[in-house]
């Protein structure tokens, strides 16, 4: 009996280090290996995309920059989205990108866009990767933290 009970236990404890818990709760984004596949220890089997790390990407032209700040909320819409979205403002670039390679006039200047990144309110609604429409909610607060 207690020969049987250790062998149990020990196919027990072989099955539990097979098993692989997440650390953290999320959505699968990919799956780099199936069931009965072979992976070398350390390989990633899925990628997980954790709600708190989904963002909201946008860009503003300059003259719309000094409209955003870092806190500000702003509305998201999206075709099959959750209606009544928000996100809040966590990040703005202090660079403008696709910047043409020659002297800035009045018209190129124009060009100019700056990213723009919040982090949504119910993350769980949207959907990663689709494009969505935004508008900028009037500030609420006292005042902004400004540069």
Do not use: K
């Given at each position: 009996?207690r020969?049987?009970?250790?062998r149990?236990n020990?196919?027990r404890?072989?099955l539990d280090?097979?098993?692989?818990v ?6 699968v984004?990919e799956?780099?290996f199936?069931?009965g596949e072979?992976?070398?220890?350390g ?10 790390n989904v963002?909201?990407?946008?860009f503003?032209p300059q003259a719309?920059?000094p409209q955003?700040?870092?806190?500000d909320r702003i509305?998201?819409?999206c075709?099959?989205?959750a209606?009544n979205?928000?996100?809040r403002?966590?990040?703005?670039s202090?660079q403008?990108?696709f910047?043409?390679p020659?002297i800035y006039s ?6 100019l866009?700056?990213r ?10 949207m959907?990663?990767g689709?494009p969505?429409s ?5 500030f ?7 540069r």
């Amino acid at each position: 009996m207690r020969t049987a009970e250790a062998r149990l236990n020990s196919a027990r404890t072989r099955l539990d280090r097979r098993r692989v818990v997440s650390p953290v709760s999320g959505s699968v984004q990919e799956i780099y290996f199936r069931v009965g596949e072979m992976v070398q220890a350390g390989r990633p089997i899925v990628s997980l995309l954790p709600p708190e790390n989904v963002r909201v990407r946008f860009f503003v032209p300059q003259a719309v920059l000094p409209q955003v700040h870092i806190g500000d909320r702003i509305s998201v819409n999206c075709d099959g989205c959750a209606q009544n979205l928000v996100a809040r403002v966590n990040f703005v670039s202090a660079q403008a990108e696709f910047t043409p390679p020659i002297i800035y006039s009045q018209e190129e200047r124009a060009r100019l866009v700056f990213r723009i990144e919040a982090l949504p309110e119910r993350p769980v609604d949207m959907r990663v990767g689709q494009p969505v429409s935004i508008a900028l909610q009037p500030f609420a607060g006292a005042s902004h933290a400004r540069r």
